[in-house]
Structures are given as C-alpha cells and as structure tokens.
C-alpha cells in the first residue's frame, strides 16, 4: 500500500479486509482515520502514523514562551511550543513563573531578572488545577532572546553582559548558557 496522508475522519478501510490499528478506530465494520497522519499498513493492520503528535503538558516538559506580565513575586509566562517544537493538544495560555523558582539563591524582585517581552525556556515543575508552574534554575533554562527595557531593541551578549544593540543600554537577566544561539521562531 502506497503510503499517503489523511486526516481524522477519512474512511480508510474495512474491518472484513483489515485490522484497526494505532490513530485509528472501527465503527459499522468500517475503519476511520482518528488522526491526522500518514497511513500505513502492516500484516493486514491499518494504522495512521503522525509525524509531530501532539502530547499533553506534564511535569518535566521544557517550555519556550514569552514573559508578558509581571505582578510581584510572579511572572505570567505565555506559552509558544516545547523544546523540540513538541506541539500541545492543550494551551492553557499562561504559566505562572514564581520568584523562589527563577534561579538558585534569593531573587529579590522579578523584574531584576525577566523584562516583559523576554522570550524564556523553563521546565514545567508542578501541574496543580489545571495551572502550569515553571522554573529557571538550572543553566540551560532562562532568557534565551531578551529585549532592551528602554528601547525594545534585542539584546546581545558581550562579556557576560547584556547590551541593546542600539544604544548600548547595560541590563541583566537570568539567561539560558545558550543565550541568542537556541533555534526559535517566534
């Protein structure tokens, strides 16, 4: 079988000719696709393979997301993609990014380490009714494309110091070790 794509509810097959496989399911002797994904068939068996399934948050998942506000001692983190491009069935908008959890030591205020429009990588700590909370603590975690408070231009690294690549306004941030090196496109 000539391996093609179809999309959730396409008729694929029967059952008097072929198994229900995987991302796929039987009703009336006949057999849908219930995803999207290229169909495959193995030993008589009909499964519809996806090539980026997407996959619910969990405690663990490494996050790319945007800072867009910050109310002391929080910052309200919109969620974009997983690391690796993962794609979520579920958004729930923002995650919530505690001052306890940005980096190892006190943080005294949010502000001093995340600026509104920063674009962070977090881990997803703890799921609790339905609210995501991230932490930054480790080395790879962190702003990993920050802008200028004063003049929203980008900000680049020199010497361990983050500068506006328009006027040179000095800032700092928790960044990520790979700061202005991730692959994004946001």
């Given at each position: ?162 500068k506006s690549e328009v006027d ?19």
């Amino acid at each position: 079988m000539e391996k093609k794509f179809v999309a959730p509810g396409d008729l694929i097959g029967t059952e008097e000719e072929y198994l229900a496989g995987a991302g796929t399911y039987s009703e009336n002797e006949k057999i849908y696709a219930a995803v999207g994904g290229k169909l495959e068939e193995k030993a008589r068996k009909l499964s519809v393979v996806q090539e980026k399934p997407l996959h619910a948050f969990g405690k663990g998942d490494i996050i790319i997301g945007t800072v867009e506000n910050v109310v002391e001692p929080i910052a309200l983190v919109r969620i974009h993609f997983g690391s690796g491009n993962a794609r979520f069935g579920h958004n729930p908008g923002y995650a919530v990014l505690h001052a306890s959890m940005i980096k190892k030591g006190y943080v005294k205020n949010v502000r001093d380490e995340y600026k509104i429009g920063d674009i962070i990588r977090a881990k997803i700590v703890d799921i609790r009714e339905g609210e995501l909370r991230l932490a930054t603590d480790s080395d790879e975690l962190g702003a990993i494309k920050a802008y200028c408070a004063k003049n929203r231009s980008p900000m680049k690294l020199e010497s361990g110091i983050l500068k506006s690549e328009v006027d040179g306004w000095k800032d700092s941030r928790k960044i990520a070790k790979d700061y202005r090196k991730a692959d994004i496109n946001l």
